[in-house]
């Protein structure tokens, strides 16, 4: 949710009935199957508490409105249909839900990859490490310099976004987005700012209102930005024609204006989402106020989760069972867990990180860095060591530079020669003396990988491009190359390397 994670607790929801949200935003769950936790596995029942799918997933997930539930078995994923067959094999190491008939995937070292409903792809996105759901056409993509794009449903950069975030998806068709003096506003589908940067904190729009927060307090504004109930709350959060407030420490309710409809009493509460009851907490125990804010389910539940049409979670000596209006068990306390998703009330953001190493990449770089018997454009025996630290901004005493390739590798780069002699200081002893004029003898690359199970791939590929890890390149160029978990070194010169031992290349486990 957002800045507003804190209200309460994150919704888990697994609720009966196939129905739509009613506060603005239409939900895609199908809720006649649930899915629900025994021992150690995850089946599926329906409204009367029976298994239509037995217990024997390590993760399930609801059913979306295509048929299609998400499923784990192992550290894998997959999507099964409500017969309980794979419509797609358990194959990723993540994924997310199917929104808008398409759901990103990420397979073990692979990319994201965009798939239909067959499990069809429809695009991959090499480039990118985090990719969100599509909300309104439009996904959000963050690339390896952090930096944030939209994109549409032909994976095109529709717009880049020139503050550092994105906060939510476009809803309403409005995003929220954060600039670099870290405050929100927000952008419409062509990325023009709609309402300037202002606000500590802002959430989704529905029905043309926003949560935002201004200092410490929390109000709602309208789509010119203007405020229609002022900051005065100490949390909010959207509940169809009101909002659910705190102030102080305790929870109650609004109404579009701000006017208080329910006083403020409760230790903690669910907005209504619609239904006829909501859940609140007094004391150590839940129950359900209706909407005159009078208790009709005592509080005796360890937990409660919202009504969905006429039935609601409640956990109860551990266990989770169903319960109607009046506070009487339909499906009596069983399930050691039930799944539930806040995406039936609110729009979520789902997103995968990228776990592709982009080894075309890198060696790409190297050769651009060794092009034409040089090192970064310098020919290294002819280079002093002064203008080595004056190319990359070093001190007087500077021989190395360390810099960001990407997310999964930095890299240093060494200058290697003698670059000080010892000379008389006069008396008995000697002294340290700069040589700005010494030359280079080689160049040491050293790349350092965040992830140790990249660095053979990539050592395999170093030596295949640069025509193994002990020679002499058509270009005339020397080089000399070693590896160990985590770190690929290069030494490179144009003359040869007679520094570095033959023993010491190739590939170390150590």
């Known amino acids: 949710m957002g800045v507003f994670?804190?209200?309460?607790?994150?919704?888990?929801?697994?609720?009966?009935?196939?129905?739509?949200?009613?506060?603005?935003?239409?939900s895609d769950i199908d809720y006649s199957l649930m899915p629900v936790k025994q021992g150690d596995k995850w089946g599926y029942i329906n409204a009367k508490g029976e298994y239509i799918i037995n217990p024997?997933?390590?993760?399930?997930?609801?059913?979306?409105?295509?048929?299609?539930?998400?499923?784990?078995v192992g550290d894998k994923c997959g999507f099964i249909n409500k017969k309980c067959e794979y419509?797609?094999?358990?194959?990723?190491?993540?994924a997310?839900?199917?929104?808008?008939?398409?759901?990103?995937?990420?397979?073990?070292?692979?990319?994201?990859?965009?798939?239909?409903t067959k499990g069809r792809s429809c695009f991959t996105l090499k480039n990118v490490r985090t990719v969100y759901n599509y909300s309104g056409g439009l996904a959000v993509v963050v690339d390896d310099n952090e930096m944030f794009r939209a994109i549409n449903t032909a994976g095109e950069t529709v717009f880049e976004l020139s503050g550092p975030a994105f906060v939510t998806n476009f809803v309403d068709g409005l995003a929220a987005v954060q600039n670099m003096d870290r405050l929100f506003g927000y952008v419409d589908k062509n990325g023009k700012a709609v309402i300037n940067s202002q606000f500590y904190g802002a959430d989704f729009f529905l029905n043309g209102k926003a949560i935002v927060r201004a200092d410490d307090m929390?109000?709602?504004?309208?789509?010119?930005?203007?405020?229609?109930?002022?900051?005065?709350?100490?949390?909010?959060?959207?509940?169809?024609?009101?909002?659910?407030?705190?102030?102080?420490?305790?929870?109650g309710w609004c109404d579009e204006r701000g006017k208080i409809i329910i006083n403020p009493q409760f230790e903690n509460a669910f907005p209504f989402f619609g239904a006829n009851?909501?859940?609140?907490?007094?004391?150590?125990?839940?129950?359900?106020?209706?909407?005159?804010?009078?208790?009709?389910?005592?509080p005796q539940f360890q937990f409660?989760?919202?009504?969905?049409?006429?039935?609601?979670?409640?956990?109860?000596?551990?266990?989770?069972?169903?319960?109607?209006?009046?506070?009487?068990?339909?499906?009596?306390?069983?399930?050691?867990?039930?799944?539930?998703?806040?995406?039936?009330?609110?729009?979520?953001?789902n997103y995968v990180v990228s776990e592709y190493f982009d080894v075309e990449g890198i060696i790409s770089w190297i050769n651009m860095m060794l092009d034409g018997n040089k090192v970064d454009g310098m020919t290294v025996t002819q280079t002093t060591i002064s203008g080595f630290r004056k190319k990359y901004n070093l001190g007087?005493?500077?021989?190395?530079?360390?810099?960001?390739?990407?997310?999964?590798?930095?890299?240093?780069?060494?200058?290697?020669?003698?670059?000080?002699?010892?000379?008389?200081?006069?008396?008995?002893?000697?002294?340290?003396?700069?040589?700005?004029?010494?030359?280079?003898?080689?160049?040491?690359?050293?790349?350092?990988?965040?992830?140790?199970?990249?660095?053979?791939?990539?050592?395999?590929?170093?030596?295949?491009?640069?025509?193994?890890?002990?020679?002499?390149?058509?270009?005339?160029?020397?080089?000399?190359?070693?590896?160990?978990?985590?770190?690929?070194?290069?030494?490179?010169?144009?003359?040869?390397?007679?520094?570095?031992?033959?023993?010491?290349?190739?590939?170390?486990?150590?």
């Open 5 to 26: 994670t804190k209200f309460g607790v994150r919704l888990l929801l697994a609720l009966v009935l196939l129905c739509s949200c009613s506060i603005g935003y239409e």
């Open 56 to 72: 024997q997933f390590d993760g399930a997930n609801v059913f979306t409105d295509n048929g299609l539930a998400r499923v784990w």
């Open 87 to 94: 419509v797609i094999a358990p194959q990723y190491s993540s």
């Open 96 to 116: 997310t839900d199917f929104f808008e008939g398409k759901a990103w995937t990420v397979k073990p070292k692979g990319a994201p990859v965009l798939i239909d």
């Open 218 to 251: 929390y109000g709602v504004v309208n789509k010119e930005g203007k405020y229609v109930i002022n900051p005065q709350f100490a949390e909010m959060q959207q509940d169809y024609n009101k909002f659910l407030i705190k102030i102080g420490e305790q929870y």
């Open 277 to 298: 009851l909501a859940a609140i907490k007094m004391g150590e125990q839940w129950g359900y106020v209706n909407k005159e804010g009078k208790i009709t389910v005592n």
């Open 304 to 349: 409660a989760l919202p009504f969905i049409g006429k039935v609601a979670w409640v956990k109860s000596a551990d266990k989770w069972g169903l319960i109607d209006e009046d506070g009487k068990f339909v499906v009596n306390p069983q399930f050691n867990d039930v799944l539930c998703s806040y995406r039936l009330f609110i729009p979520v953001r």
């Open 396 to 510: 007087e005493k500077g021989v190395s530079v360390e810099k960001k390739y990407s997310r999964d590798m930095s890299y240093e780069i060494y200058a290697n020669g003698t670059f000080y002699e010892n000379v008389s200081d006069g008396w008995w002893g000697t002294t340290t003396k700069q040589l700005p004029n010494a030359r280079l003898d080689y160049v040491t690359i050293q790349l350092k990988l965040k992830d140790n199970e990249n660095t053979r791939p990539l050592y395999d590929a170093v030596i295949n491009a640069l025509g193994g890890n002990n020679g002499k390149r058509g270009s005339g160029q020397y080089v000399k190359v070693k590896a160990s978990p985590g770190i690929v070194t290069i030494y490179v010169s144009d003359k040869q390397i007679k520094d570095i031992l033959n023993d010491n290349l190739g590939w170390s486990n150590y």
